[in-house]
């Protein structure tokens, strides 16, 4: 789809609102022009050249978290966040919040590694607060040099897709999912050639840019000799799986989220913990980008030793959305304050997710409050129960 037929799919809205009824932003402010009907409606005016980009309407238009929440309850079939990717396109220049981060990102993509390793030197300088609430950046990260991981079992061959969060701030989370896939007996590669997989570059507007990044990842990847290439990431793996065929016109195959690996490679059987009352926190992308709910659940639930309690809300965004908590940090705080408080109503030990980013921002949001749960990815529980 092209920027301009984005916004005619908008035209194409009549109005019912059920998609603002879930809208976290619209929930949050109340307000029409922060929630999925008022951007589809401003996208469709933009579309028929009844308004114009405006530092106003760019505004609108970037403080969606892209969540998905609205993605497939719409009557008409309009893929909304498809259709706000399109109108950023077309208004990236007129979001001035996000004029430094564009060109840090645009700068960064093809030098990942010195520019970590010059923010993790800088990091220890900066007053708490700068660079966000980000944890400490690895000082060697997953991705380490180290591309075969051999199994003298050889029961088949993994590969991982680490994506950034995983590679520069929670390496732990990547070497947890190696000792899984070992233990299991698999050999597991760790492909040096892989870029970004594009989400924050396509989230500040960037389209042809993301697009190359996707084409050379889907060349990279398509060459690795793998049964499946794992992602510890929803985004990573919702952007290759649904949004590169959109965009660069083909995706890596055999791409799966750990979950869905986990539970269809039967991985998950036998295990035990030491007694935890847990529950769960579902990532947007995993559960509304591509539909995975019930997997992550029926691991914990069959780990003897943990105690499974629901929370109220469990799939509503926990406010992190990338970017986002960086450009409108009073309202992912906001978000994110009514997930503490759904956690810590189920007076559970420790609140599991399956992202990176929620980990992030879970992690902060706790430290804020001075809540005592603690936050795991779900790969770490499992590796923890295989070895206890
Ligand atoms: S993607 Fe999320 S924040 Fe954006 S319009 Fe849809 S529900 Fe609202
Ligand atoms: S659900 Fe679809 S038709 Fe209804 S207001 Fe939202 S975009 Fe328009």
Redesign the pocket.
């Known amino acids: 789809m092209t920027q301009t037929s984005h916004l005619t799919e908008a035209a194409r809205c009549v109005r019912c609102g059920i ?2 009824t ?5 929930l949050t402010s109340h307000s029409e022009s922060m ?2 009907r008022g ?2 409606a401003m996208l469709g005016e933009l579309g028929k050249n009844k308004l114009t980009p405006s530092e106003n309407l760019a505004d609108k238009i970037f ?9 497939n309850v719409c009557p008409t079939g309009i893929d ?2 498809e259709v ?1 990717y399109g109108g950023r396109a077309v208004l990236r220049n007129s979001f001035h919040k996000g004029r430094f981060l564009r060109r840090a990102l645009k700068f960064s993509m093809e030098r990942m590694d010195p520019v970590f390793t010059f923010l993790r030197l800088s990091q220890k300088f900066l007053r708490p607060g700068k660079l966000r609430d980000i944890p400490e950046i690895a000082s060697t990260p997953f991705k380490n040099g180290i591309q075969v991981y051999k199994n003298v079992k050889k029961l088949g061959r993994i590969a991982i897709f680490a994506g950034c969060s995983v590679n520069y701030l929670y390496p732990n989370l990547g070497h947890a999912l190696v000792n899984i896939l070992l233990s299991k007996g698999y050999e597991v590669v760790v492909f040096k050639g892989e870029l970004c997989c594009g989400a924050p570059l396509r989230s500040l507007g960037f389209e042809k840019e993301t697009s190359a990044l996707a084409r050379r990842n889907i060349e990279h990847f398509n060459k690795v000799r793998a049964e499946a290439i794992i992602s510890l990431c929803p985004t990573c793996t919702m952007v290759i799986r649904d949004q590169y065929p959109l965009i660069a016109g083909d995706t890596i195959g055999n791409i799966m989220d750990v979950n869905e690996f986990l539970i269809k490679y039967n991985t998950t059987s036998k295990l035990e913990t030491t007694p935890d009352v847990v529950t769960y926190h579902d990532p ?1 992308h995993l559960s ?1 980008g591509i539909g995975i709910r019930d997997k992550p659940r029926d691991i914990l639930k069959n780990i003897k030793g943990i105690e499974f309690v629901e929370m109220k809300h469990a799939d509503e ?1 926990c406010g992190f ?1 990338g970017l986002f908590s960086m450009h409108y940090k009073e309202m992912s705080q906001t978000i994110g304050e009514k997930k503490i408080d759904n956690i810590t109503d189920t007076q559970a030990e420790t609140v599991v997710t399956s992202c990176p980013g929620c980990v992030m921002q879970l992690e902060a949001l706790k430290k804020k409050s001075g809540s005592s749960f603690k936050v795991k990815h779900i790969v770490e529980v499992i590796d923890e129960a295989m070895h206890e």
């Open positions: 998609c603002k879930l809208c976290p932003t619209y929630g999925a951007r589809i403080s969606c978290m892209l969540c998905g929440a609205c993605k909304i966040p706000i947007c509304f965004c959305a």
